[in-house]
């Protein structure tokens, strides 16, 4: 399978600093939040925009919200489905990804056979990522029927993560999950980025940017953060807090 677009400008991205995206929540955010959010990344430079959730995102919901955001910024898109049922086709792509860690086969391949269909007829890039469950995984572990690999147990992901590389994929995903109290262990992140060769996202937890330049310095090379943008009680607050981040980032 070519790279396509949105996949070439992440590698090329990557070859100047360290990446930083948001995730949105169709089920926890309006279109006209979504709007405005997207408006301030691209402001503040967050360098694309991921859109998914655990529950609810889909269908209707998901199309407005990613209509939004298109409408409000260029950034690139990104479809982040927590089933078959999360494809808009108002992305520009969606990562298709595998919970590797789950104990049920349809987070495993199930979902994505379903959904594969959807994804050509929609012309949507695909982008093959192994999605990796950390303690706690909160409610995308119980959502996912994951086992969490524990904090302590840095070898246990960096095996998943290998097995994921040598599975084809091209993006590996630790996530501690959205509201965690702390993020990825920086040593866990250390292990597996030395197991691997192709771009570690870790995502869950991160709520600032000391945080997110520990995890930077450990190897990662994109920082998802989600629920410190959305939790913020006005758009000046999430405007400091996204560049706080993104400080943390590109330290």
């Not at 409408?71 to 990104?78: A, D, G, K, N, T």
């Not at 292990?191 to 990662?220: H, T, Y």
């Amino acid at each position: 399978m070519k790279i396509g677009r949105v996949e070439r400008y992440i590698h090329e991205k990557l070859e100047e600093n360290k990446l930083h995206f948001v995730l949105i929540d169709p089920d926890d955010t309006s279109p006209d939040e979504a709007s405005k959010i997207a408006k301030l990344c691209e402001e503040v430079g967050v360098d694309a925009i991921m859109v998914g959730g655990s529950t609810g995102a889909e269908g209707n919901i998901l199309d407005e919200v990613v209509r939004a955001i298109k409408e409000s910024s260029s950034l690139p898109v990104i479809l982040f489905p927590g089933s078959h049922g999360g494809i808009s086709k108002y992305a520009d792509a969606i990562f298709f990804m595998s919970l590797l860690n789950s104990r049920n086969p349809f987070f495993i391949t199930g979902a994505q056979a379903l959904g594969a269909f959807t994804v050509k007829k929609f012309g949507l890039e695909p982008i093959p990522m192994a999605y990796i469950i950390i303690e706690p995984g909160e409610t995308v572990g119980w959502v996912g029927d994951a086992k969490p690999i524990p904090r302590h147990k840095p070898k246990i992901a960096a095996a998943y993560a290998l097995a994921g590389q040598y599975l084809g994929m091209r993006l590996i995903y630790l996530e501690a999950g959205s509201g965690a109290p702390e993020p990825v262990p920086p040593e866990m992140v250390r292990v597996v980025k030395s197991a691997i060769d192709v771009p570690l996202i870790v995502g869950g937890g991160i709520r600032n940017g000391n945080q997110a330049r520990e995890l930077v310095k450990a190897g990662a090379d994109i920082i998802v953060t989600g629920t410190a943008i959305e939790s913020a009680k006005s758009i000046e607050e999430a405007k400091v807090r996204l560049k706080h981040l993104r400080e943390g980032i590109k330290a």
